[in-house]
């Protein structure tokens, strides 16, 4: 267990209204991902940290913003939800040792946008 | 940029059947290789990863891969599956140097499905 939560962990949600997503570690781990999960597609990363205040994009980041204020939370925001970002969000840890290292992921969060 | 190619969206099969997952990568750099398993309704976890050394590897389950680097493929094999296998497998990669945030680049998955 990699002592990592998301919250909520289902939401529903209407078009245009703003979104956020909480993902909580408690190792003090440096790295954190967000993916969303879509049937045929896999997990795309949609934004990662690399320490306070360090974050990059990924692959899908148009439409998300994140923010990281302490270690241990990495929070992901959707400034207007469309429904195509109707997925499954999770929250991913690497403990920072190398590209070899195991990510841990999160329970998810399931996301309705109507 | 590394790319990861699931062969098999979805593969159904019979209880106590041998199985096998084809993953093949594409990558200008060394990369490392893992395979992720998630369960109906819950995150990811590891199944196994190759680092180095020998190509087959053994992981959780009675789950074991080949890494061939000259077909740049990581196939998951087992030999003998039951119903609680059921479940989406992952393959990915991380670049093994150079400032990559040690991301992970996934496939689409695998349905795997064990039928009694």
């Known amino acids: 267990d990699a002592g990592i939560t998301q919250s909520p962990r289902h939401k529903v949600t209407e078009t245009g209204t703003p979104v956020t997503l909480r993902c909580h570690q408690t190792?003090?781990?440096?790295?954190m991902y967000w993916y969303r999960q879509d049937p045929g597609h896999g997990l795309r990363l949609i934004h990662y940290?690399?320490?306070?205040?360090?974050?990059d994009k990924g692959e899908v980041s148009d439409g998300y913003s994140v923010s990281r204020s302490k270690t241990e939370d990495f929070l992901l925001t959707l400034e207007s939800a469309t429904s195509s970002q109707t997925s499954v969000y999770f929250c991913?840890?690497?403990?920072?040792?190398?590209?070899?290292?195991?990510?841990?992921f999160g329970p998810g969060t399931r996301l309705l946008v109507l | 940029a590394q790319s990861v190619t699931q062969l098999d969206s979805q593969v159904p099969v019979f209880e106590e059947a041998p199985v096998e997952l084809r993953c093949n990568y594409s990558?200008?750099?060394?990369?490392?290789l893992f395979w992720y398993v998630q369960y109906p309704n819950q995150g990811l976890q590891l199944l196994l990863k190759?680092?180095?050394?020998?190509?087959l590897v053994k992981g959780i389950n009675g789950f074991e891969a080949e890494f061939n680097k000259s077909q740049t493929s990581f196939h998951l094999r087992k030999p003998s599956v039951h119903i609680s296998d059921t479940a989406e497998y992952f393959c990915?990669?991380?670049?093994?140097?150079?400032?990559?945030?040690?991301?992970?680049?996934f496939g689409k998955g695998t349905l795997l499905t064990v039928n009694p």
């Open positions: 190792e003090n781990h440096r790295y």
């Open positions: 940290s690399y320490g306070v205040k360090d974050t």
């Open positions: 990915a990669v991380s670049v093994t140097s150079g400032g990559s945030n040690y991301k992970l680049t």
């Open positions: 990558s200008s750099v060394s990369v490392y």
């Open positions: 190759y680092l180095s050394g020998s190509t």
């Open positions: 991913a840890i690497n403990p920072g040792q190398g590209p070899q290292e195991t990510q841990y």
